[in-house]
């Protein structure tokens, strides 16, 4: 019988530092960039976009990097695993991170590619357009994972943008067998339409094998199982893992698992700002009421109060403490 967990959620991802500013549709089009789509860059490509994009707010993220901040926000106890660089962004990914909270401990490569970065575009309908060099973060392999951290948590979470080189692929699997084998659960986000599109049958497999509870938006589910119908992805999820969160934006999510299908609706909101990080507050949320043993619904009503908090201002990481924010929403049974 294994032991209590002595932390919830150990993420796995890119680390990164994030870079975002305001923009418009025609600076897009003049550089040529996917709207509301993330596009891996070079390092040559990134000093360009940086020298000509406006002012902006520079702040470690990644996306589980933001959903493990998160999940510290809500009170929640968390650990990161990811690769940084021994620079000057290195270090501040690092500051940042355990300054939330979170348990940190990945040694700084001191060789290599310099820390990873995202610059982020936000138009005025709060789309974020990402363009990401993610240097150090691709170099993150098998030995980096620690066993006894991930034995340690109850769930352990996997990034799917992190999903490219093989020994990252590699990683992904060391950490799913070393969680089962510690009668933990293993998560993954989906992370981008994209990104799914590139790694479909991998993906594929790596949810059926190895993943316990998947998060997507309508986009990548879709994408994931080829359809253009969205109850048939939840009937094709549903077979393949044991609990699916699907979001849908202002339609809420689709919470889904074996038996039962639960609809919660989205959070009101005062204004939409930028939507940047909503997906990984959404996941936050969610783990932190599941790893509660909190109903489903319940999970999903936190998950959609602190990705609300999130796209009511620039930046993938809580301007307030969200175990206030959920307790005067649901009250402190939470």
Do not use: W
């Given at each position: 019988m294994s032991s209590q967990p002595t932390l919830d959620v150990v993420?796995?991802?890119?680390?990164?530092?994030?870079?975002?500013?305001?923009?418009?549709?025609?600076?897009?089009?003049?550089?040529?960039?996917?709207?509301?789509?993330?596009?891996?860059?070079?390092a040559e490509r990134a000093e360009s976009l940086y020298g000509v994009m406006g002012a902006g707010?520079?702040?470690?993220?990644?996306?589980?990097?933001?959903?493990?901040?998160?999940?510290?926000?809500?009170?929640?106890?968390?650990?990161?695993?990811?690769?940084?660089?021994?620079?000057?962004?290195?270090g501040i990914f690092a500051h940042d991170i355990r300054a939330t909270g979170?348990?940190?401990?990945?040694?700084?490569?001191?060789?290599?590619?310099?820390?990873?970065?995202?610059?982020?575009?936000?138009?005025?309908?709060?789309?974020?357009?990402?363009?990401?060099?993610?240097?150090?973060?691709?170099?993150?392999?098998?030995?980096?994972?620690?066993?006894?951290m991930i034995a340690s948590a109850a769930v352990t979470y996997l990034e799917g943008y992190l999903w490219d080189k093989p020994q990252a692929k590699e990683a992904f699997l060391r950490a799913a067998a070393a969680a089962h084998k510690?009668?933990?659960?293993?998560?993954?986000?989906?992370?981008?339409?994209?990104?799914?599109?590139?790694?479909?049958?991998?993906?594929?497999?790596?949810?059926?094998?190895?993943?316990?509870?998947?998060?997507?938006?309508?986009?990548?589910?879709?994408?994931?199982?080829?359809?253009?119908?969205?109850?048939?992805?939840?009937?094709?999820?549903?077979?393949?893992?044991?609990?699916?969160?699907?979001?849908?934006?202002?339609k809420g999510a689709v919470i889904v698992a074996a038996d039962k299908t639960h609809t919660v609706a989205a959070e009101p909101i005062a204004k939409l700002v930028d939507t940047t990080g909503a997906g990984d507050l959404y996941a936050a949320g969610f783990l932190y009421g599941y790893t509660r043993g909190l109903p489903l619904p319940v999970a999903g009503r936190i998950g959609a109060i602190a990705a609300a908090e999130i796209i009511g201002h620039y930046g993938a990481r809580p301007e307030v403490k969200l175990a206030d924010l959920v307790t005067a929403k649901l009250g402190a049974a939470v």
């Open positions: 993420g796995i991802g890119n680390a990164i530092v994030d870079v975002i500013a305001k923009t418009d549709e025609a600076f897009l089009k003049t550089h040529g960039l996917a709207k509301a789509a993330m596009t891996l860059i070079d707010i520079e702040a470690s993220g990644g996306s589980a990097a933001n959903s493990m901040a998160g999940l510290a926000s809500l009170g929640g106890r968390a650990g990161f695993i990811g690769k940084v660089r021994d620079d000057q962004l290195g979170v348990a940190f401990q990945t040694s700084a490569a001191t060789s290599g590619l310099p820390t990873a970065r995202c610059l982020i575009f936000v138009t005025d309908d709060a789309q974020r357009t990402m363009q990401t060099f993610l240097g150090a973060s691709t170099d993150l392999g098998p030995s980096d994972v620690d066993e006894a510690a009668g933990r659960k293993v998560s993954l986000t989906l992370s981008d339409a994209f990104c799914v599109d590139r790694h479909r049958a991998d993906f594929k497999r790596l949810v059926k094998d190895h993943v316990d509870i998947l998060f997507a938006n309508e986009a990548e589910i879709l994408s994931l199982y080829e359809t253009s119908n969205f109850d048939e992805a939840v009937a094709r999820v549903r077979a393949d893992c044991d609990v699916a969160a699907l979001t849908r934006s202002e």
